[in-house]
């Protein structure tokens, strides 16, 4: 009997960037940091409980666990509902990961139900695919692939390759495990050149290992190696993907690829290899709690014993892993355990007890994969390839229809005449009420636009006059300045050689003050040019920019100023550099013109695809509703900088109580 299938294809999530990339690095520990700061607003402070959970996720999953139910708790207690689904969806993805199944399905319905309310559609496509990888391990294949081809369905509509590229991987994923590898070789190669194009390292590595499962079966045959250059292939995509995976620390998908190279070895007669590489993969496992993982492992690990002639240590391993599959509902992989239990029951002579597991393997390869299974499969992905064809076919089958309908209509002429006059009527209003629609929706699109590029170009342009004068005043202005004082102070050297019975008290006392009105020109002048244009921003970046302004304006008597930056080592693109410090530059000066604060706090973390700023003081604050005001103090300028750059600029303020102002732009 040939028992192929040990989980050599990867189920990817959709929520957590990168897929199944668990690398700990500094990021958590500065996160925690500054989530634990007094007076972080509670917007972000959510965030940054998400972003923990994920950064902690190789470490210490009950950790992470710990940081999303934190996250769950501050979203709901400020009922934040899309802040809400996102940690609902975030826990069904730990959990889902412990192989948890069923908690997982609740967070993930708990999930689905608040983002359908919302009508946030590609987040609910991402829901769906998250559910289908429980389906899956589950052996709910056609539930699986239904929802599957779903989601792929809306992520091209909406043109987001990365979502599309772990869709297909999981697409592959289900029909390599229903033994259908041509088709499942399709979608992962589809996949394997989406995640090449869009350079997502470990989703590459992940289909990696996917394509290297397909050229170990094309290469082995009832446990023996037909093809070998087959072999060396799985071998070279499997070695491939362990450069990807160990670079960037993915230990879940490790566990995967070292117990493919196990299995390699294993067909080679290697045992003792087989068995380290099958260890290693072990540990990997449970080193994150993956359950379903453990007991794949336990299987190759029992085909090696068996193979070394240690049939009592192959049931063992075999036993463990059956009892896990069993729990987890994975009746694709318990029916492999049960054939190799019946195969190892046979090598050790005891023929009653190999009857048993064959009988239930019998049993269980019935009830998980059948010719009508095999056929609602392909039909099921027939139907989505087919689906433009099949409306067409509706519709014209409609259109009989209507004509059928229209000659019985006929005999009573009068009432078929008035009939049509009516539908002509009704036609040409819908087709003149569609047409204004239309028309006032793309004017309406127009006006938006050349209202956006006007503030671009105002914003733009803004920015190109002040390096101009910037420019201008040091290359200029501060030039000609420095030359005059040279030459004053050259007057004044020549004066000092004059006796001092020649010399003229009244004379020198003007030279000496128009030396030193020259002087507080070129600092003057210098001071502007800075402030128009900083250097430190031009050379160094936002970060850099924001310290050094910070450190002058810590001059200002009664005023403390506490700065956090955190993840912004990265230069950002230049035109949002600009315009972040320039409403840095306008929030900091509305606050020591108008808030009459003594302590500013400002925070800059940077998140995957999202910077944030927040700045608070401890000033007078101000009434939001009050539209004059609200315009007086620049407010406005700031909002429309901020909008420059597709973000959002929340101010939070209640007189008395001082100002919080929380700033998110997106980097992608």
């Not at 998908?253 to 294993?266: D, E, P, Q, S």
């Not at 896990?324 to 009653?352: C, D, R, T």
């Not at 808030?595 to 500013?600: E, F, L, P, R």
Request: charged share 25%; aromatic share 8%; glycine share 6%.
């Amino acid at each position: 009997m040939n028992y192929r299938k040990t989980l050599v294809s990867i189920l990817f999530f959709l929520l957590f960037p990168p897929a199944f990339s668990f690398a700990q690095n500094s990021l958590a520990d500065s996160l925690i940091k500054v989530v634990q700061k007094p007076g972080i607003h509670d917007s972000v402070k959510i965030k940054l409980y998400g972003d923990i959970a994920w950064e902690l996720l190789a470490s210490d999953i009950n950790q992470a666990l710990d940081y999303a139910n934190k996250e769950l708790e501050l979203a709901t207690k400020t009922n934040r509902k899309a802040d809400i689904a996102q940690a609902e969806s975030d826990i069904g993805n730990i959990y889902n990961r412990k192989s948890s199944y069923d908690t997982a399905l609740i967070h993930y319905n708990k999930a689905l139900e608040l983002r359908k309310a919302l009508k946030q559609d590609v987040k609910v496509a991402g829901v769906y695919s998250n559910i289908a990888t429980v389906y899956t391990r589950q052996s709910m294949f056609e539930e699986a692939l239904d929802i599957s081809f779903k989601s792929l369905k809306l992520f091209e509509q909406v043109g987001d390759e990365q979502k599309q590229c772990i869709l297909l991987g999981n697409i592959g994923y289900l029909y390599y495990d229903l033994e259908q590898n041509k088709s499942a070789e399709v979608f992962y190669q589809k996949g394997l050149a989406l995640a090449r194009k869009n350079k997502l390292r470990v989703l590459e590595g992940s289909l990696l290992i996917s394509v290297g499962g397909i050229k170990f079966d094309e290469g082995v045959v009832n446990d023996s190696i037909v093809n070998v250059s087959k072999m060396d292939s799985a071998l070279y995509y499997f070695l491939e993907a362990e450069k990807i995976l160990v670079a960037n620390n993915v230990i879940y998908n490790l566990g995967v690829v070292y117990n493919n190279i196990g299995r390699i070895y294993t067909q080679k007669g290697k045992y003792d290899l087989a068995v380290s590489f099958y260890e290693k993969g072990l540990k990997n496992r449970e080193a994150v709690e993956d359950l379903l993982g453990v007991a794949l492992s336990y299987m190759n690990l029992a085909t090696t014993e068996l193979l070394r002639g240690n049939a009592d240590k192959s049931i063992s391993y075999l036993e463990k892993s059956a009892r896990i599959f069993h729990s987890l509902k994975n009746y694709l992989n318990l029916k492999q355990a049960y054939g190799k239990l019946a195969e190892a029951y046979k090598v050790k002579g005891n023929y009653p007890e190999s009857l048993k597991y064959f009988e239930l393997y019998a049993k269980y390869k019935d009830s998980v994969y059948t010719e009508s299974n095999a056929e609602k499969m392909a039909e099921m992905q027939t139907k989505y390839d087919t689906e433009k064809k099949d409306l067409e076919i509706a519709k014209q089958k409609a259109e009989l229809e209507a004509r059928e309908i229209e000659k019985k209509r006929q005999q009573t002429f009068i009432t078929a005449l008035i009939g049509l006059v009516i539908l002509i009527i009704l036609l040409g209003y819908f087709i003149y009420s569609r047409n204004k629609i239309k028309q006032k929706a793309r004017m309406d699109k127009e006006i938006a636009n050349q209202r956006e590029i006007r503030s671009k170009a105002v914003i733009e342009a803004e920015e190109k006059e002040r390096r101009r004068i910037a420019q201008d005043l040091h290359d200029g202005v501060g030039q000609i300045l420095s030359a005059a004082k040279l030459n004053l102070s050259g007057l004044e050297d020549k004066m000092k050689l004059i006796p001092d019975n020649y010399q003229d008290p009244e004379r020198s006392s003007l030279l000496s003050n128009a030396l030193e009105l020259v002087n507080d020109s070129v600092k003057e002048v210098r001071a502007v040019s800075h402030n128009m244009m900083p250097n430190t921003l031009i050379k160094l970046g936002l970060a850099s920019a924001v310290r050094e302004f910070i450190t002058k304006i810590s001059s200002v008597p009664n005023l403390k100023i506490d700065l956090q930056i955190v993840g912004m080592e990265e230069r950002l693109d230049n035109t949002v550099e600009t315009v972040l410090y320039r409403v840095i530059q306008e929030v900091v000066a509305n606050i020591i013109k108008h808030a009459k604060a003594n302590v500013i706090s400002m925070q800059l973390i940077r998140h995957e695809n999202e910077l944030t700023i927040m700045i608070e003081d401890n000033g007078v604050g101000f009434d939001k509703n009050k539209v004059t005001q609200f315009e007086g103090i620049g407010l406005k300028n700031i909002i429309s900088r901020v909008e420059f750059l597709n973000g959002q600029v929340e101010f939070d303020s209640t007189p008395g109580q001082g100002t919080t102002v929380v700033i998110e732009v997106p980097l992608v």
